[in-house]
């Protein structure tokens, strides 16, 4: 009801501001990097606590959906460059399906928001039946089958999210999938006491740091009146980012109905440039990272062919608003963490671009919010 809602519109953008909140609780409780803090359900198996079985394990495979699909594959880049475990991320209908090589020391790692997706149940009972029988979840609904069945569990603390697209379940994801990777880290020996600290200093500070992004809405508001007038958009990013351009499109075509696409930018050249014309925004996500020389070079691309840039970029990037070229400023660079800023404004820009089109942004045509049968 309208009471539940508060000062908001819609569930999706009550869900959105509550993300400082939602990693603050995800988060409370942490005082180091301790693999018991994935050990935390009554029903693990004797004997399969998560200090032995992180000792155990010499690769991770992440099987998930939708959303939930791609905060595993951020955690795939955290894990392979933070904790140097070899790291597969799988689509659950895909992978339930196929003949795979299983490894009994992999740590099966299932992400869901509801913990009652079909299909990614289906995967994990694929995987046991595989041999394989470390199994992890990330969930946010602490009652679930999925964290019934398994050996060990992570409660995200996003609270009940109504709106049929994902948000502060993805964000309380990755608040969860990189205090894993540290935990792993850890367990192979591969976090020195000053990085430990470093990056315990640094998830403290997401809280205050989302909070900081949330101010941004009225830039984002001003982007949203372009695109609802567009039927294509192209979505960028490079490295951790990538991932974060999968999500940032498919939120504006689940609600807006937009199409919308997500390419690593360094793959514009083997296709996606054809469609670049100056009806089709490219938003490009920008962090101060490596990669962004790289990135730029790939925007004068966009920019020879009329394509409109709409950039994500962090305070010190270096990228000035011009024509053709409009910048939103993050307030800070995150480092390792910054994913989970710059889905924000992406989560903004399609609740906002829905909203200029008039759709049910909260129950989007065809869609559910649990997937319970296949
Ligand atoms: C549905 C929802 C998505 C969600 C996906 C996976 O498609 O609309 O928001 O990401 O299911 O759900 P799960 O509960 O497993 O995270």
Same mark, same amino acid.
């Given at each position: 009801g309208a009471a539940e809602l508060g000062p908001y519109r819609h569930f999706m953008q009550k869900e959105i501001f509550e993300q400082p909140r939602a990693i603050a609780d995800t988060l409370q409780g942490v005082d180091g990097i301790v693999p018991e803090l994935f050990d935390q359900q009554m029903n693990h198996a004797p004997g399969s606590n998560a200090a032995h079985v992180f000792k155990e394990i010499d690769s991770v495979l992440i099987l998930a959906c939708g959303t939930s699909y791609y905060s595993g594959c951020t955690a795939k880049y955290w894990l392979e460059s933070i904790a140097k475990i070899p790291t597969q991320v799988e689509v659950a209908s895909e992978y339930r399906y196929r003949e795979s090589v299983p490894n009994p020391r992999t740590l099966v790692v299932t992400i869901t928001? &509801?913990?009652?997706t079909a299909d990614t149940l289906a995967a994990l009972r694929h995987a046991q039946g595989l041999g394989m029988t470390h199994t992890l979840t990330i969930c946010?609904?602490?009652? &679930?089958a999925m964290v019934r069945e398994c050996e060990l569990t992570y409660i995200t603390r996003a609270g009940i999210e109504i709106g049929v697209a994902s948000t502060k379940a993805f964000t309380a994801q990755l608040a969860g999938l990189f205090l894993l990777t540290l935990a792993l880290a850890q367990a192979k020996g591969r976090l020195s006491e000053a990085e430990e600290t470093r990056h315990l200093i640094a998830m403290r500070h997401l809280p205050a740091a989302l909070q900081a992004v949330l101010a941004l809405e009225p830039q984002v508001i001003a982007w949203s009146e372009d695109f609802a007038k567009k039927e294509n958009a192209l979505f960028l990013g490079r490295g951790l980012h990538y991932p974060i351009a999968l999500e940032g499109a498919l939120k504006l075509k689940e609600i807006s109905y937009i199409h919308a696409e997500a390419y690593p930018a360094g793959e514009l050249k083997h296709g996606p440039l054809a469609l670049v014309t100056s009806a089709m925004p490219v938003v490009t996500v920008a962090?101060?990272?490596?990669?962004l020389e790289k990135l730029k070079s790939n925007m004068h691309e966009v920019r020879a062919r009329g394509g409109v840039l709409y950039v994500l970029a962090d305070a010190d990037s270096h990228i000035e608003s011009g024509e053709g070229i409009h910048v939103i400023r993050m307030p800070e660079h995150y480092g390792e963490l910054s994913p989970l800023l710059h889905v924000v404004p992406l989560q903004l820009l399609a609740y906002h671009t829905a909203c200029a089109r008039g759709t049910d942004v909260d129950k989007p045509r065809n869609l559910a919010k649990s997937v319970t049968v296949e």
């Open positions: 928001q &509801s913990g009652e946010n609904v602490a009652t &679930s962090p101060n990272d490596a990669l």
